[in-house]
């Protein structure tokens, strides 16, 4: 494909409908590989209107290689795909499924920290587990936030904090932890 055509098929994504969103949905499918980067590309371009057809085709999809297209395109949309997936996260019981959402979350080039704390509230262990696993993965920019979350009333945020803390291996908060235990 031309980069003419891409650069039209992008144009497209911005202006088009949910119909046309829905044409580069299911061309993250497609065996062309060039076919589902230039459809990454122009969902990315779509933005929020694309956000929920992203979400459905990670739930819907069975093929790894094209869920992992799905939530890089979610990551690169950012900021405005974070409380859908959290929300597909909390609703999805599926790890096959949930495991790409956190991706795409994990993922984003401004990582929604205080967002992602926010799951250690929840009573389902699992999203807890998700929440360390993508702060993790974050790592650095969410050290500050997790130190602040130390202060608050919840004992299970407190206790969730304090074991990522742990995990990243923010050394001055492992030393204190590790002088605690002695």
Request: aromatic share 6%.
């Amino acid at each position: 494909m031309r980069e003419r055509e891409k650069a039209s098929l992008i144009r497209d994504a911005k202006k088009g409908g949910e119909q046309q969103l829905q044409g580069y949905v299911t061309g993250l499918s497609s065996p062309d590989k060039e076919v589902r980067h230039t459809s990454e590309q122009a969902l990315v371009h779509a933005g929020t209107a694309a956000v929920d057809p992203l979400i459905r085709f990670i739930r819907e999809e069975r093929e790894p290689d094209f869920r992992w297209y799905a939530a890089r395109a979610l990551a690169r949309i950012g900021q405005p795909a974070v409380h859908f997936l959290i929300e597909a996260l909390k609703a999805e019981q599926r790890e096959d499924v949930r495991k790409y959402y956190a991706a795409a979350i994990a993922e984003m080039r401004e990582p929604p920290v205080h967002n992602v704390i926010e799951l250690f509230r929840e009573k389902d262990p699992a999203l807890r587990g998700y929440g360390t696993l993508i702060l993790c993965r974050i790592g650095e920019a969410a050290i500050g936030p997790l130190k602040e979350s130390l202060g608050k009333d919840n004992t299970m945020l407190k206790k969730c904090a304090e074991y990522t803390l742990l995990r990243i291996g923010a050394d001055s908060y492992a030393r204190d932890a590790s002088e605690r235990i002695e």
